[in-house]
């Protein structure tokens, strides 16, 4: 596989030289904030939403990079196109981009801080086979972050308990998908994803008060109002996971991928359910490919 290559504090470089100084808060403290995008056929998918979302992570945090997050979007395009030899090959990139607080003893002292933007292929070997057999949702006994300590609608660094959540899930089932509950019992959303269930024909998902405002999530808002399909944003427990029609979880990978067991219970009929496939081919209709396809194609490389 040919290498991207990557920026770094105004540098393009091959990733395997995106070095962090061991002395920068980001990696101390995990004192970072970040945003992942995706291209499909080479062109960012709603980058003003990520760069959006970017500036929020930047404002709260009260950081002050050298760049602006709408600087850091001109750069994930400009990435795109330096590594599109690559792209050629490999189908399609996953876009991180990251600011961390920098050097500093103190946060309040703490700057500038190293900014970058990381280039790498979707691994579409990884989620193409959640198309056809769902993934295995696993509540877990890790909760997530009360807005009262970290604020999940920051996406930042601070992830222990995304990682105890991982691991506990996969304890359950091999692979399994942790899904986090709030400090309520309500379902919150997974380490990398959010979580959706329909029920009667709605499609219901826990509202954004304790969970990350997911740029995929919005997606699925508006293709939902596209199809005409109801939507309720409301308090979810997991009674309401295992006694669902149907249920999917949405990031930026693959966009959507169903899920049809959670804790060992099937949900629905055990296969992917006619609204999220219906969303699925209304997400590759939006982005003018085959999701699926594509997933195939690169997956049997």
Not at 32 to 40: G, I, K, L, P
Not at 131 to 160: D, L, N, Q
Not at 264 to 271: A, L, Q
Request: hydrophobic content about 40%.
């Amino acid at each position: 596989m040919a290498e991207c290559i990557s920026y770094l504090d105004g540098k393009w470089v091959p990733n395997s030289e995106m070095k962090i100084d061991v002395f920068d808060r980001g990696l101390l403290q995990g004192d970072t904030v970040f945003d992942v995008a995706r291209s499909y056929n080479g062109k960012v998918f709603k980058l003003e939403r990520h760069v959006d979302r970017l500036a929020r992570s930047i404002k709260y945090m009260r950081m002050s990079p050298n760049l602006t997050a709408d600087e850091i979007g001109v750069i994930m395009e400009e990435g795109v196109r330096k590594n599109e030899a690559v792209r050629k090959v490999e189908g399609d990139f996953n876009i991180w981009a990251f600011v961390t607080r920098g050097h500093g003893a103190w946060a309040w002292a703490a700057g500038p801080g190293t900014v970058g933007v990381r280039f790498y292929p979707v691994d579409f070997k990884r989620w193409h086979p959640y198309f056809t057999a769902g993934a295995h949702g696993v509540i877990t006994k890790t909760r997530s972050y009360s807005p009262s300590s970290v604020e999940p609608k920051v996406k930042h660094y601070s992830r222990g308990n995304f990682a105890m959540a991982e691991i506990e899930a996969n304890d359950v089932v091999p692979g399994g998908w942790p899904i986090l509950l709030d400090q309520e019992g309500n379902l919150a959303e997974g380490t990398v994803n959010s979580i959706w269930m329909v029920t009667n024909g709605v499609l219901r998902t826990p509202g954004d008060s304790n969970i990350l405002q997911s740029v995929s999530r919005s997606v699925v808002f508006d293709l939902a109002r596209q199809l005409n399909i109801p939507v309720s944003e409301e308090a979810l427990q997991p009674y309401d996971l295992y006694t669902a029609d149907e249920a999917f979880v949405s990031f930026t990978g693959p966009g959507i991928l169903p899920m049809t067991n959670a804790d060992k219970r099937v949900i629905g009929n055990g296969k992917p359910g006619r609204v999220t496939q219906q969303l699925l081919a209304a997400w590759s209709e939006l982005v003018g490919l085959d999701i699926v396809g594509q997933m195939e194609h690169h997956a049997k490389k």
